[in-house]
């Protein structure tokens, strides 16, 4: 069982930053992909950004750029570093663990 709770969210204006984080129990956090989705309102869930055990990553094309995803594996946290926000980045922001473990969410506002 994993249990994942995620950080750092807020009201922010357009242009600025924010840094997520995901901490997880556990002893598989570092052998596990890891991932940030998002969803908005009306609108599905969608994959941000991941990172494999190896550290390889991936973003979704319109946060390319702008957004850092990273992780500590002797903390079995996850972070997600977002820079120059956009208001259509605002969403509720979700940390999971492979294919199976879901965070609450932590919710990330984006005025313009």
């Known amino acids: 069982q994993v249990q994942l709770v995620e950080s750092g969210g807020g009201l922010v204006q357009a242009g600025g930053s924010l840094r997520l984080s995901c901490v997880a129990s556990g002893s598989i956090f570092s052998i596990m992909s890891m991932s940030w989705y998002r969803q908005a309102p009306g609108k599905q869930r969608e994959m941000v950004a991941t990172?494999?055990?190896?550290?390889?990553?991936n973003y979704l094309d319109s946060v390319e750029g702008r957004f850092t995803i990273s992780r500590d594996n002797a903390k079995n946290t996850l972070y997600l570093e977002m820079n120059s926000l956009k208001p259509e980045d605002t969403g509720v922001y979700y940390c999971?663990?492979?294919?199976?473990?879901w965070g609450q969410g932590t919710q990330v506002t984006v005025s313009s």
């Open positions: 999971r663990c492979g294919y199976t473990y």
């Open positions: 990172i494999t055990r190896g550290g390889i990553t």
